[in-house]
């Protein structure tokens, strides 16, 4: 069993900074590759950033420079590092997860993320 737990987020101005922690809480550990992915109203679910089991990454064009993605805990938690927030970075930011065969490509292809949390909200105000 797989169950993905957001934390962090909120609201903050332009420039400023924020946290999004994600953890597999399921007993089962059955996941291999971890990304985030964001939600603006009217737009695509866009792929951001993944971390491989062996901690490697792949961040999307759109946020590379200002956001880092890194294990937390384990391999089976990560945070993703916003810096330099822009108003158009404001989207629901879901946590997701691959199986555990997958090996991230890169760039990912973010089809093999089946896994997903709740989401949670980033607001960035100008």
């Known amino acids: 069993q797989v169950r993905l737990v957001e934390s962090g987020g909120g609201s903050v101005q332009a420039g400023g900074s924020l946290r999004l922690s994600c953890e597999d809480s399921g007993s089962s550990h059955a996941i291999g590759p971890m990304a985030w992915f964001r939600q603006s109203p009217g737009k695509p679910r866009e792929g951001i950033a993944a971390i491989d089991e062996d901690a490697s990454t792949s961040i999307a064009d759109s946020v590379r420079g200002r956001f880092t993605i890194s294990h937390a805990t384990t391999k089976y938690s990560m945070t993703l590092f916003m810096d330099n927030l822009k108003p158009e970075d404001t989207a629901m930011y879901y946590c997701?997860?691959?199986?555990?065969?997958?090996?991230?490509?890169?760039?990912?292809?973010?089809?093999?993320?089946?896994?997903w949390g709740q989401g949670i909200r980033v607001t960035v105000s100008a």
């Open positions: 997701a997860a691959a199986p555990k065969w997958i090996i991230l490509a890169h760039p990912p292809n973010w089809s093999e993320f089946k896994y």
